[in-house]
């Protein structure tokens, strides 16, 4: 049983209070035939530019670290249990899909599959709107990424072997349920997304593991076991990221489940996040956003890198950044 937990939206001049018992969190799903564009066009300075599909919003996951909380506070709810049970759906996603690819001009490296949503969470096993989208790239001969925690990709099987330059990325923070409960209390165990790892990998599919987010303190010292595990499971690619905050309200909300699912040890934790951010939780601009700043981080960089290293995976390649263009210089008249 859940109750309803939303931080204020800063985005609303209300928000509600709930004096005594807070009601029980429902799930509600919306179902939106207004959306006009299904990809979106994002630049970070990791990553170069990046497009997104997203067929749903809201993740019935409810990882309490997730960056997309913030997302549901721009279409008016919160980024606490309405973000876990308020779920908007596209179900026209495939269609806009296909029409936005035929009128493109932008040439996509891969068309990524993720960053507002689970594109697997448990509602596409009767939506079906990631795998018919899926099916237009493969149509298109779009290059596609994928990043899930849901075995519920081994379904379409039948289509991912066919994509072209296929990658897909299980997101594995923790080796164990007992760990990985705390944070993420309504997501497939570890065991299953490893299992789900093997049945791509064993079919020809690239893959590789998040190990995000690291929670120091708590699963660093798992980063060689996920490691060992992903490398039996096929898996080539590995990445880790320090936990990180954008908002407020994902701050507010992650701090209290994690005293409310271990009170004995969340102090101790917040702790050794602040010790990365002078303090903070909340990193202060971009660079810092991904990683830590002591020896404590250094020495878990140097960890992943030892494992990374004896088990063979193979390194990213740098994405180039976008040319600079100089900026128009001002004719003069005569
Ligand atoms: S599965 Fe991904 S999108 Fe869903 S709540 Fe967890 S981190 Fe967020």
Redesign the pocket.
Known sequence: MRYVNNPPNPYQKYSAEFLGEPPSAKLEIYEEFTTKKIITKAYSSDFGYRYTVNCYRG?I???TY?F?RQYHEYLGYSAGTDFETKIVVKPNAPILLREELKKTREKMKTLDFSFA??PY?PLEASYELTRKCLQVCLDFQIPVAIIT?SPLITRDLDILTKLKNLFVFF?IPFPTTEKSNPF?PF?PIPGARFRAMKTLTDAGIKCGIGIAPIILGYNDSDIPVLLEKARNAGATKAFINFIHFDTDSIENYFVEKLYEKIPTKAEKILNQQKRERNGNLRHKNFAERNQGKTEKWEIVVKLFELHFKRLGFEKFEKTPKPEEKPLPVQQKLF
């Open positions: 993740c996951h409810a990882c997730c997309a949503t689970d969470l925690k997101s993420e997501t």
